[in-house]
């Protein structure tokens, strides 16, 4: 492999990341970034075109020279070059390179190298912006010490050690422990915590040459231990059972714990069979136990294929800047187990990078690959991935994105599972609220603001062709939604079409009002007003507020390209992607926007209401009233059949089939119309 720098690019391998590091720039710190390219940038961009064509892994450093980015490539110029020409359209990208102060690569021979040294990368520097788990515990494994003369099973969180092979990760502990108590009950296999396990294990590493006749040492110098008097342990202690024997216990404990289970069961029914047969109901009995066992143990396990499969189903859920991924285990048609996991990115990464990231991070650290991992979406490197799985597990195994039948269903479920885990981490940790901290102290420093935002409103209009034009008013209180202080408006002013600035500057002419500022029932005056467009409402607003002669700070929020609109400076504020702040203010937005189209959509089915009965020959003031009070409201009559109908007093077969043909020719205008409404985000295209 060959390595090259750039820009005191030099060899930085002993600097490992903080856990806690967030690079200059990072969101969550910078309130904006620009979009054009800075002197550093334009210098690496002329240093990245020395860098050759081969396959490789590259990493990004921040100005102090730790790696901030690691990725792989089947061509390291071509990759690289996306970065700095900012072609690459993952939104995290912009905001990395203006952190990016030099870089170094590593040439290998192929793809699938560059893959394992990816991880192996990933796994020295942890850098900031690759996806990680958001926490750095150690997670549970039961391991078999297959190097020891007589290997025992023990539940641990150490890191993988040579000689041992590890079953896992699991996420909660008891079950793993629950599992190993269990198999212990079924396959006599001594315990890795066992007193007399660890002195036998010190005599015959005294003693190599006598690891062949083990048993006839022990016998002479062991100590029966507790478990061998229960009949959990096999009595290597004493010499009770020779390596050829104890080496079957450990292959049917082994296939058990990669699912395997059919054959450990035939193999007790097999053994229980022949003590029966021999009048031996002692023994008989003590398996017919150990089958009972693994059957309450398979009863906690959901069945999930009429078939034997063994395949892995991944589900993710994600947040803004946080994500939760959960593996269901599938052997022999059963979920073994499930695992989730915390990833500290969310939104602010593509899905296809997230779920990525995740599989080389979970397949690195455990042995158990199935035939087929089942993922949500198909990924770009499948083929690369399936490759190095493949290599890994020693057989076949391939990467599949279900989209129907059992497979699609379980996903779904892996999904809500994730979803769960990531809620109860969020409440666990107060994420929500800090969270928010963030948001309030970020608007602050990017919108100039004397103190943090404490109360927010937003303003939105909605109207179709200017009819029912109507405003809604939104608060979030300490950065959460206030409903008892939402307020809507009836915009009065007389429009023969949409006007956003009129209807603007007539609601915030109310809103603000010397009457309503001194109403208690409109709350405190805001800290900050947010009218959802761009210049011309944010123009509306200005005037309207000079007009009242109040000092309101006051922006704007454009659909389009999430921009911010400030009154002292023409260019809009761009807050980074995935930052709280850029999260709260689209929240409130599109909150107000919520409210003000259900109440346009009130409206205008309130009217249509009361006209459609009016416009329907041989329907009169006392009949639509009779119509009315037989069902009982409008929802009712609008499901009402032809027969249904034509039970109201006074309305004949022939009039009952009328009014059902001129509901069903409204409802259908309406649903185009809401349609056509949505698309236009409720207001005048």
Known sequence: MAKSGAKGGKDNSQNNLDPNYVPSGAPGLAPSFSSEPSDDLVSIREQVDQVPTNPGCYLWKDGSGKVIYVGKAKNLRARMRQYVTLQDDRAKIPLMMQVVRSFDYIVVENEHEALVLERNLIAQYRPYFNVDFKDDKSYPYIAITESDTFPAIKYTREKHKKGTRYFGPYTDSYAARQTIETLRKVVPICSATCVEWKRAKRLLEKDPDGAAVANLLLAKKGRPCFDYHVGKGPGVCVGAIDTVSYAKNVRQVENFLRGNRSEIVSELKDQMQ??????????????????????????????????????????????????????????????IRSVEFILDKGLDVSEEELVSGFLKRYYDETADIPAEVNLPIDLLDAEVLSEWLTQKRGHNCVLHHPQRGEKFRLLQMASANARHALMRHMIRTGYADDRTNQALLQLESALALDAPPLRIECFDISTLHGNFTVASMVVFTNGKADKSQYRRFKIRAELDEANDFVSMTEVLGRRYSPERMADERFGSRPDLLVVDGGKPQ???????????????????????????????????????????????????????????????????????????????????????????????????????????????????????????????????SSTTVHEELDARGGTHE
């Not at 150990?290 to 395949?311: A, E, K, M, W």
């Not at 009233?625 to 032809?642: E, T, Y």
């Open 274 to 335: 022949k003590a029966a047969a021999d009048l031996d109901f002692e023994k008989a009995a003590r398996l017919k136990s150990r089958l009972t066992s693994l059957s309450d143990l398979d009863d906690r396990q959901q069945v999930t294929f009429p078939t034997s499969v063994n395949i892995d189903l991944i589900g993710i859920y994600r947040e803004e800047t946080i994500s939760a991924a959960c593996v269901f285990v599938v052997r022999e048609g059963r979920t």
């Open 538 to 668: 944010l123009t509306a607003a200005i005037n309207q507020l000079n007009e009242l002669g109040l000092d309101i700070p006051v922006c704007g929020l454009a659909k389009s390209d999430e921009e911010v609109f400030v009154p002292w400076d023409d260019t809009p504020i761009v807050l980074p992607t995935g930052s709280a702040s850029l999260y709260l203010i689209k929240q409130v937005r599109d909150e107000s926007h919520r409210f003000a189209i259900t109440f346009h959509r009130e409206l205008r089915d309130k009217a249509m209401t009361v006209s459609i009965l009016d416009e329907i020959p041989g329907v009169g003031p006392k009949r639509k009233k009779d119509i009315m009070r037989h069902f009982g409201s409008f929802k009712r009559l609008k499901a009402a059949s032809v027969e249904d109908i034509s039970q109201v007093k006074g309305v004949s077969v022939n009039l009952a089939e009328t009014i059902y043909e001129e509901l069903k020719a409204w409802e259908e």
